[in-house]
Each structure stands twice: as C-alpha cells, then as structure tokens.
C-alpha cells in the first residue's frame, strides 16, 4: 500500500516559479512510477509528467516542455515537479499518482492516487 500527499502549491505571478512535492509512505517507494496530473475547474484531468521507478525515464506534456521538470529523491520518498515560467493556464489542482509498472498518461493506469494541491497562476 502506497499513499500519496502533495504539498507546495499556492498563489504566484505570472512568469514565477513553484516546486511541488509529492511524499509517499511505504518503504518500497523507490520501485514505483510516478505521474502529475492537474484538473482545471471545468475540465478533465490531465496528464502532466511521469518518471520511472529509476528517475532515468521522464515525459512531459507538449504544453509543460521546457519549463516543468519532475525529479525524484529515493530516499526521501518523494518526486517532485519543478515548474517555472509559470502562465495562468498552468491553474489547475494538481496530483500524484503512482504505479509499480506504468509510468505514461493514461491517468487510470495508476493504482494510488493523492488528493492533489492547489496552484493558482495569476495574470
């Protein structure tokens, strides 16, 4: 059993800058794949990025390239989602997931889903 809380999020300016977290209980974290989701208000949730088990292996949404970068600390238990470059587009609760064999975008793929953070992108 795995479970998921995000942290992080909050209000920040156009072209600025935030760092999200997502720690993990269970001691076998380092062997799961991870996924960040976002849901704007109105709108279906979205696939946002991914990394392996091993953080060798990463993809990204064409919208966030270049300016997203998710990472992983092992033995903290924890991936991150570096975002920089900040639009108001960017608005949306955002969540992790994670999964012992699939690391892509298929949101339902995921077997442990967290409760998501809020990220607020003003103009």
């Known amino acids: 059993q795995v479970q998921l809380v995000e942290s992080g999020g909050g209000l920040v300016q156009a072209g600025g800058s935030l760092r999200l977290s997502c720690a993990a209980s269970?001691?076998?974290?380092?062997?799961?794949?991870v996924g960040w989701f976002r849901q704007a208000p109105g709108k279906e949730r979205e696939f946002v990025a991914a990394?392996?088990?091993?953080?060798?292996?990463?993809y990204y949404t064409d919208s966030v390239k270049g300016r997203f970068t998710i990472s992983r600390d092992n033995a903290k238990n924890t991936v991150y989602l570096q975002m920089n470059s900040l639009k108001p587009e960017d608005t949306a609760v955002y969540s992790c997931?994670?999964?012992?064999?699939?690391?892509?975008?298929?949101?339902?793929?995921?077997?442990?889903w967290g409760q998501g953070t809020q990220v607020t992108v003003s103009s």
């Open positions: 990394i392996s088990w091993s953080g060798k292996i990463t």
């Open positions: 997931n994670a999964d012992r064999n699939y690391s892509g975008p298929d949101l339902y793929e995921y077997d442990y």
């Open positions: 269970g001691r076998t974290f380092s062997s799961y794949a």
